[in-house]
């Protein structure tokens, strides 16, 4: 589970998800993560990373607990920096309680500048493999 895509946000964007995915929310609720997951919602975005990833291209072979560990590691520990609260969200499918869709977004400094200078960039975007190509992930930029 590589680090490999950064977004920058555009006030263009807000408009780009066409108004038939708006009715998708209906039966989810969006929720933000922040950096001080309890260890349910750590073990349920971990579980999420997991079946979103496997049998993909960024899928290496890691466990579950590979998975949950990375999810500590980057919200709790801030690895990779500290986490935006605002754009680090995750949706709830309210029916059965569990964590279809996230996203995790850190302020880092870019290596590619002299000036160190933080942005936001996201670091994960997964969803559970049942509910892909629903439009769901489009919700959370």
Not at 3 to 13: I, K, T
Not at 15 to 32: G, W
Request: with cysteine.
């Amino acid at each position: 589970m590589r680090l490999r895509l950064e977004y920058r946000f555009s006030s263009s964007d807000e408009n780009r998800v066409p108004a038939i995915l708006d009715n998708i929310l209906d039966h989810f609720t969006i929720k933000e993560i922040g950096n001080t997951p309890c260890h349910e919602e750590t073990s349920r975005l971990g579980g999420l990373m997991y079946d979103a990833y496997l049998d993909t291209v960024d899928y290496e072979g890691e466990t579950i607990e590979d998975a949950v560990g990375e999810i500590k590691r980057t919200l709790v520990d801030g690895f990779y920096g500290e986490i935006v609260p605002e754009a680090t969200l995750m949706v709830i499918d309210d029916q059965t309680n569990t964590v279809v869709s996230a996203i995790i977004t850190a302020l880092v400094a870019p290596s590619n500048v002299d000036e160190v200078q933080q942005q936001p960039m996201i670091l994960y975007v997964m969803t559970a493999k049942q509910f892909q190509v629903e439009g769901l992930g489009r919700h959370l930029f």
